[in-house]
């Protein structure tokens, strides 16, 4: 199968603002971007991790395992040509959807956790990883969690704080490569059009600051708002849905520091000892002073601490009552 365009990966947190991102990249008559495909998270991750499992605990394990597997019939590189022809299918078929375009922008946030598999069967795709300040990235995924979202984003600061530490760090293990670029979601507001200026040359398309001022003033957030979404359906569904539409209160504001009047003290302190070392990492803090003093800081932790040695004598209790009925005749 001949790849008749490149790809390229946007990842990043959800709700960092990579679907603002990918709709204004999809603006430019050379792009296509479908919806998000799950291409390396649902489907050729699960794919690798069964292909490694196959092999641990070595020659002893692999003979233990009677040389069961894949692995008895297909070679290494055979094995990867396999998830390469997908890659390659979703690629020509999402350059489908829009006729004449020469990059694929695929946004799918779970696949920053997927840097082995988008390794092997991507090796050539651009990473673009967006990051934004994980507070607001928190208290965006809270509000979501609580309304349209409630399916599947978390509802409590301190999961949504593993949430965005999680993909962050995870899509940061692309970096150090030619093919990885770092945007700042602060940047794109701040100076929006030589920021995607940036992004369109490191994938190959080229846009002038005027091309890139006119996609941020047709794709400005207040205009996103009303729920409507440019990227084409195709595939099984393109019967069902021509058009996504998001639902309401997918697109925020874009502002900062709403977690300010959101979070209570407690929720603070939360986000600070679960993440507060990556938002310092990260440049968005130079200490955990803005979660509080060091007193209250240290006083949080160590009840945290308490709780979860707690929750762990329940769990090991539990799990000795279950065992103990379990056996009893």
């Excluded at 092999?55 to 002893?60: E, F, K, V």
């Amino acid at each position: 199968m001949t790849r008749t365009a490149k790809l390229a990966l946007l990842i990043g947190a959800p709700r960092s603002g990579t679907t603002w991102l990918q709709q204004m990249l999809g603006a430019h008559p050379l792009v296509a971007t479908p919806q998000e495909t799950d291409l390396f998270s649902k489907f050729l991750q699960p794919f690798l991790e069964s292909w490694e499992r196959e092999t641990r605990g070595g020659q002893a394990g692999i003979e233990q395992r009677r040389f069961k597997g894949l692995h008895s019939v297909l070679t290494a590189s055979e094995f990867a040509d396999i998830g390469n022809d997908l890659v390659n299918r979703v690629i020509a078929n999402s350059s489908a959807l829009k006729p004449g375009s020469e990059v694929v922008v695929e946004k799918t946030p779970s696949h920053s956790l997927c840097a082995s598999s988008i390794s092997l069967f991507a090796p050539n795709a651009k990473i673009i990883h967006l990051i934004r300040d994980g507070r607001d990235v928190a208290s965006s995924l809270v509000a979501s969690g609580n309304s349209w979202g409630g399916w599947w984003a978390p509802k409590t600061v301190t999961r949504a704080s593993e949430v965005w530490s999680e993909h962050t760090r995870g899509a940061s293990a692309a970096a150090g490569s030619d093919n990885y670029l770092e945007v700042r979601y602060e940047d794109i507001q701040s100076d929006g059009a030589s920021t995607l200026e940036r992004v369109f040359a490191h994938i190959g398309i080229a846009a002038t600051i005027q091309d890139c001022e006119g996609i941020l003033k047709a794709f400005a957030l207040d205009k996103m708002t009303q729920g409507e979404s440019s990227i084409v359906i195709g595939g099984e569904f393109a019967a069902a849905a021509s058009q996504r539409t998001e639902p309401a209160g997918f697109f925020g504001k874009g502002g900062a520091g709403s977690w300010r009047t959101q979070w209570s003290s407690a929720e603070i302190l939360a986000f600070n000892d679960t993440a507060g070392d990556l938002l310092v990492e990260l440049g968005y803090e130079e200490s955990s002073a803005w979660a509080g003093t060091p007193a209250q800081v240290q006083r949080f932790r160590r009840q945290r601490l308490r709780s979860e040695r707690s929750r762990m004598r329940l769990d090991r209790f539990v799990a000795a009552l279950s065992h103990f009925r379990r056996n009893q005749p």
